[in-house]
């Protein structure tokens, strides 16, 4: 008899360390109450049927023709139902699967890896298996190795255990335990781009600048240390600063765009205590750093009228959170 059971997980921010995580430095991220939800059925064949309904206003545009086709926005998600279904000893089964992706794509929030995710906590558990939190992040590095080339793996752990996590590689993940969260709001450039793209020329450029990025690895391995700690002493005026100076190492390797410096600049104009591009960069979304959710308000306002499109998101704690009642507890 066939189960069905669904999933959801999160998208994330990124406030600290993008790209450099890639070399080594350590990030801080959180996950963000925007989702992807998977409804898994299992199935007798070895077929794996995937339906997807991904809004076109999520994809955005995009200058660099980054235009992601539905193969290659399909096959992550493909990869991510098979690995987990030869993971359960299950190689001559399949699964249908519908996925709803909430958050927007190319825009540096964690989409895919958040359906990554979902896919496998929801494809696990319509085969009667609850996997813990590290065995889902796991999992879920070979679509996003499809998709990304060489992934940190700090989307995929976000998404995974929620909250605020200080990561260093996929096998050392800490979560932090803070007393107040900073009130962050999160403002789209709508300008999309590609992720492996932009990684790919990071990482090239690493390779021929050696002893450059060698000092920016420290110094953006120094700001998320102190990042951490300006977290756990709720100090928004130091996390801030953090931000601007990380914004500038990632101006200086040349992955901002003009549509981020601008948000940046009105974001910080508007009052942010600190402000920076999130995530891969050459469009997507920035951060800003905010004295409350009254000031994130105003701020939002005005980055509307200079193109963005803001979003008041909150953190999300519980990360991929799956169940077998028809997936109603998780909308
Ligand atoms: O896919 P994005 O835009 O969320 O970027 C992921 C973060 C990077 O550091 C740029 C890449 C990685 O794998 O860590």
Redesign the pocket.
Known sequence: MSKYASARAPGKI?LTG??F??LGAPAVAAAVNLYAFATAQSTSGRRLKVEANIPLSLVGRDENKFQPDTKELLEPFRLAARDSLDYLGKRTRGVSLEVDCQIPIGA???SSAATSVAIIAATSRAYGENLDKKQICQLAFGPESYL?GS??G??HATSTYGGIIQFSKPDNVKQLRLDKLPSLLVCDTNVHRS?KR??GSVVKRARRDTDLFKSHVHDVSEISFSAVRALKRGDDRELGDLMNKNHELLVEIGVSHPSLDRLVTAARRAGAIGAKMT??GGG?CIIALCKNDEAALKIGSVLRRVDGTPYMVSLDPSGAVSSTDGGTALK
Do not use: Q
């Open positions: 990124i993008e790209h995580v890639v540096g929030l964690g990304h992934p940190s700090v989307d992720t932009l990684v995530g891969a997507g």
